[in-house]
Nanobody
């Protein structure tokens, strides 16, 4: 399975961040898979954001759930993160992940 993140590298404060993970080598509807978004702020550890399951069910980090939406496009084998009302504290490298498979990560900077 291969995952590739894509999206803007720079987002202004208060705007909505949108990232897409394109999956190849496996289907996002395959049973018992969980497709996650994870981020790593500068000089900090990994922070799990949320996932969408193969069933389409979602689960979000309690600390972020008021600002998060994870959705999918099964026709494109992609899943998407939307994070609203971003602040500079949302600056991080964002990864998509399933099981032991990771995307390469994409840097997102929140700045005016």
């Amino acid at each position: 399975v291969q995952l590739q993140e894509s999206g803007p590298g720079l987002v202004k404060p208060s705007q909505t961040l949108s990232l897409t993970c394109t999956v190849s080598g496996g289907s996002i509807t395959a049973n018992n898979y969980y497709w996650s978004w994870i981020r790593q702020p500068p000089e900090k550890g990994l922070e799990w954001i949320g996932y969408i399951a193969s069933s389409g069910a979602t689960y979000y980090s309690p600390s972020l759930k008021s600002r998060i939406s994870v959705s999918r496009d099964t026709s494109k084998n992609q899943f998407t993160l939307q994070l609203s009302s971003v602040t500079p504290e949302d600056t991080a490298v964002y990864y998509c992940n399933t099981m032991t498979f990771w995307g390469q990560g994409t840097q997102v900077t929140v700045s005016s």
